[in-house]
């Protein structure tokens, strides 16, 4: 199973549905919640090469996008694969 990352904010809608994909899918992931933590933001932001919105999502160490981008790959066929790897 590939290795599923997020940097999430309390009380973000996009962030939970992101998370309610990936579960119903059967998916673990590591969740940094970065409300309260600027470094944690700063860290995210660079990872992301810019993307300061939440959540920002990364599969095998590659930067997928927000959650929009996780349900369009999810739409597109390509993220079963991804996550299979």
Same mark, same amino acid.
């Given at each position: 199973m590939?290795s ?6 309390q009380a973000c809608g996009?962030c939970?549905a992101a ?6 899918k ?5 969740e940094h #919640? ?7 933001? +700063?860290?995210?932001?660079e990872? !992301?090469?810019?993307?300061?919105t939440f959540?920002?999502?990364f599969i095998n160490?590659?930067?997928v996008?927000?959650c929009? #981008? ?7 066929? +390509?993220?079963d694969?991804m996550? !299979?790897?």
């Open positions: 590939a599923v990352v997020l940097y999430t904010r996009y939970a998370k309610t994909l990936l579960s119903n059967g998916v673990s992931f590591e #919640d970065a409300t309260y933590s600027p470094d944690l933001r +700063k860290e995210m932001i990872k !992301a090469n810019g993307g300061s959540p920002q999502i160490g590659t930067h996008g927000g929009d #981008d996780l349900h369009a790959l999810d739409k597109a066929g +390509k993220l694969p996550l !299979a790897a």
